[in-house]
C-alpha cells in the first residue's frame, strides 16, 4: 500500500518568515495530494491541495509543489504569523483522484511560529 | 464547504461495552464515507470505506468484527465499537465525499475514552 513520509516532525520559524514541509510518497498511482491543518482536539482542514496534472498550485501565502518523478511534495508558507501554529498533515490517495478514495497521511508536522 | 457532524463529540464506556458513533452529512448525499482514527500526538489513519449500501471496505489489520461500520442512508454511516477496550481509546473521525465533490469532508471527531 501506499506509504507518506513526512519531515519535519516539529518546525519553528520566526513571524514572517517562510516554513516548508516536504512529503514523500511510495505509490507511482497516487494522484491526489491534499494538505491538512489540524488544531488540537478539532477537526483537520484542508488548507490546499494539488492532482498529478499540476506541478504547482498558490493561494495566498500557501502553495504546494508536486514532483512526481521524484514522488514528493512539498507545503510553503510565506509571511507566518501566529495563528498558522498547528500540526499539518499531508495525505496521498491513489484512484479517481479527489475525495473518492481513501486518504494516506503523513506523521505529521507541528509548526511553531515565534512572535 | 459541505457540512459534516457526529455525535457524541465524547464518550466514555466501561471495559467490554459497545458504543455507537453516527456520521451525517447535513446538506449533501454523501456517497462515499470514511472513517479514521487518531491516537494522540499521532496521525490519521484509514480504517475503513463505506459506499450507501454496500459493505464497507476495511484497511489491512482492522478488525471487521470488532468496527462494525453502516452506511444505510446517503446521510447517514454508523461506525459501532463492539466490545470496546482501553487499547481502542482514540480519537475517530468520519469524512464524506459526494458525486459533486472531489475533496473530503471531515467530521469534528469523536473522543472515545474506555476505562
Known amino acids: 500500500g501506499e506509504n507518506v513520509e513526512q519531515h519535519p516532525s516539529t518546525l519553528s520559524v520566526q513571524e514572517g518568515d517562510s516554513a516548508v514541509i516536504k512529503c514523500t510518497y511510495s505509490d507511482s498511482a497516487s494522484n491526489y495530494f491534499p494538505w491538512y491543518k489540524q488544531e488540537l482536539g478539532k477537526r483537520p482542514q484542508l488548507i490546499i491541495d494539488i492532482r498529478s496534472n499540476v506541478g504547482e498550485k498558490k493561494d495566498q501565502r500557501i502553495a504546494v509543489t508536486l514532483n512526481k518523478t521524484a514522488k514528493h511534495f512539498s507545503l510553503h508558507i510565506t509571511e507566518t504569523q501566529p495563528e498558522d501554529s498547528a500540526v499539518y498533515f499531508c495525505a496521498a490517495s491513489i484512484g479517481s483522484g479527489g475525495g473518492a478514495d481513501g486518504l494516506t497521511f503523513g506523521k505529521g508536522t507541528h509548526l511553531i511560529i515565534q512572535p | 464547504g459541505a457540512v459534516v457532524s457526529q455525535h457524541p463529540s465524547r464518550v466514555i464506556c466501561k471495559s467490554g461495552t459497545s458504543v455507537k458513533i453516527e456520521c451525517r452529512s447535513l446538506?449533501?448525499?454523501?456517497?462515499?464515507m470514511f472513517w479514521y482514527r487518531q491516537f494522540p500526538k499521532q496521525s490519521l489513519m484509514l480504517m475503513a470505506t463505506?459506499?450507501?449500501?454496500?459493505?464497507?471496505?476495511?484497511e489491512q489489520g482492522v478488525e471487521k468484527d470488532k468496527f462494525l461500520i453502516n452506511h444505510a442512508s446517503l446521510t447517514l454511516s454508523t461506525l459501532t465499537v463492539t466490545s470496546a477496550h482501553p487499547e481502542d481509546s482514540s480519537f475517530y473521525i468520519c469524512s464524506s465525499t459526494g458525486s459533486s465533490y472531489n475533496e473530503q469532508f471531515f467530521g469534528p471527531g469523536t473522543r472515545l475514552t474506555v476505562l
Open positions: 446538506d449533501f448525499q454523501a456517497t462515499t
Open positions: 463505506s459506499n450507501e449500501g454496500s459493505k464497507a471496505t476495511y
